[in-house]
């Protein structure tokens, strides 16, 4: 059976990330594609294991040399999704999971057309909101910059295979089992 490269994308606080461990929690089939960044470490960060760390440079070229499937730049740093090594886990015999923003997922479907888009969504705006500020981590103007993100991600999601609503993790993560399996 062919393995399949599966973009995950969802708002800031929906818990995608969340959903994300948890399937990968339940099986050993499934890779995560660790994303490349000009961004330095944050204290416990280790290279190969949360970001394969690049300096500015070195992505550039990587991007002239067409070695990422998506890349972005965000809060002036780089952030990347290497071919190679996606092709490589998917040779290997692994589904394959891409954590990426809308944007990146675009770039991804255009290279990788029969790539599985899925789009983890809140139950509602208030829910996302109450999350977004339960986190303590963020300015009211932070908060109200990523809300109004939120909408235009909901339009792009009408792109997506699949919209999973994340109103409790472990559904969530049930379904996304199942669109895998399908």
Known sequence: MKKKLLVISGSSGVGKGTVLKEVLK?????????????????????????????????????VKKGNFLEWAEFSGNFYGTNRELV?????????????IETDGAMQVK?????CTMIFIAPPSIE????????????????IQKRLKMVKIELERSKN?????????????????LEIIDA
């Open 26 to 62: 339940t099986r050993n089939d499934i890779k995560y594609s660790i994303s490349c960044t000009t961004r330095n470490p944050r204290e416990g960060e280790v290279h190969g294991q949360h970001y394969f760390f690049l300096s500015k440079d070195d992505f550039m070229n990587d």
């Open 87 to 99: 092709q490589k886990m998917l040779n290997d015999g692994f589904n394959v999971s891409l954590e």
């Open 110 to 114: 255009k290279k990788v057309p029969d």
């Open 127 to 142: 829910e996302l909101e109450r999350r977004l500020r339960g986190r303590n981590t963020e300015t009211e103007e932070a």
């Open 160 to 176: 997506y295979d699949y919209i999973v609503i994340n109103d409790e993790v472990s559904k969530a993560a049930a379904k996304i």
